[in-house]
C-alpha cells in the first residue's frame, strides 16, 4: 500500500510569509509525528499526535509554529511569518499505534517537505 | 533531558573492511535503541532495535548500558551500505525519537 505522503516536496517562500505543510499517514495509523531535519541540528522532534489531539507539542520551536490534524488522517503544521532559520527539512512519520502498548509499531517515515526561507 | 551522540560526522572505509558506527546516549530510565538509515534519495527508515535483537543487512547492534552505548556493527562493510546512519532513543514503546546528528558512511570499492 501508498507510504506516509508529503506535499509539497519543495517550498520556496519569502521571509515574513506564512506556510503550510501537509501529511497524509498511512491509512489506519494512528499516531503522527512531525520531526525537523535541518543542517548541523539534525534530526528534531517537533509535535506528536494520537487520533486527532497532540499530547505533546514541546519540540514546537516557538508560537509561530502550529500544528493540527483532522479526521484521524491528515495533518497540516503551519509555519507563521516564516525566517530564515526555519529552513530545514520538515519529516512526516505515522505508526500503528500510540504509545505504550506493549507490541512495538515502527514509525514510518515520509519524503519530507524542503523549505528555503529566502 | 535524554541526549544521542554520534561522535563521527564522516566515516569511510573499503568494501569488505568491517565498520562500526558509535552511538552513545543519556537517558536516566531504560530507553529504547534503534538505528535508522537513510540512503541517497529514499526516505529514513528503520533498520533495527536493540529488543529485537536481530541482524538486519548483516549489522548488528548490542546495547551496553554500562557504557550507555549501542554502536551499530558489520563484519565486512559493502558499497551498498553507503548512507546516512541516526542512531534514535525513544522513552517507550512507540513514542518519539530521540535522533543523535547522524554519520554519512562511505563505503569505496
Known amino acids: 500500500g501508498a507510504g506516509v505522503s508529503q506535499s509539497p516536496s519543495n517550498k520556496v517562500t519569502e521571509k515574513g510569509k506564512d506556510v503550510e505543510l501537509r501529511c497524509d499517514p498511512i491509512s489506519g495509523h494512528t499516531a503522527l509525528y512531525w520531526y525537523r531535519q535541518s543542517l548541523g541540528q539534525g534530526l528534531e522532534f517537533l509535535i506528536y499526535f494520537q487520533g486527532n489531539s497532540a499530547p505533546d507539542k514541546s519540540g514546537l520551536p516557538s508560537d509561530r509554529f502550529s500544528a493540527e490534524r483532522t479526521g484521524e488522517s491528515v495533518s497540516t503544521l503551519t509555519i507563521q511569518r516564516t525566517q530564515q532559520e526555519d529552513s530545514a527539512v520538515y519529516l512526516c512519520a505515522s505508526s500503528l499505534g500510540p504509545p505504550g502498548l506493549g507490541s512495538y509499531n515502527e514509525q514510518f517515515f515520509g519524503p519530507g517537505t524542503r523549505l528555503t526561507v529566502l | 533531558a535524554q541526549r544521542v551522540t554520534q561522535p563521527e560526522k564522516l566515516l569511510s572505509v573499503f568494501k569488505g573492511a568491517p565498520v562500526e558506527l558509535k552511538c552513545n546516549y543519556s537517558?536516566?530510565?531504560?530507553?529504547?535503541l534503534f538505528w535508522y538509515v537513510q540512503y541517497s534519495r529514499q526516505r529514513l527508515q528503520l533498520l533495527l532495535r536493540?529488543?529485537s535483537r536481530e541482524s538486519i543487512k548483516g549489522f548488528t547492534a548490542d546495547l551496553n548500558k554500562g557504557e550507555t552505548s549501542f554502536h551499530l556493527k558489520k563484519p565486512f562493510a559493502q558499497e551498498e551500505d553507503s548512507a546516512m546512519y541516526y542512531c534514535?532513543?525513544?522513552?517507550?514503546?512507540?513514542?518519539?525519537?530521540?535522533f543523535g546528528k547522524g554519520t554519512l558512511l562511505t563505503v569505496n570499492p
Open positions: 534514535a532513543l525513544s522513552e517507550g514503546s512507540n513514542y518519539k525519537l530521540t
Open positions: 537517558y536516566s530510565g531504560s530507553p529504547e
Open positions: 536493540h529488543i
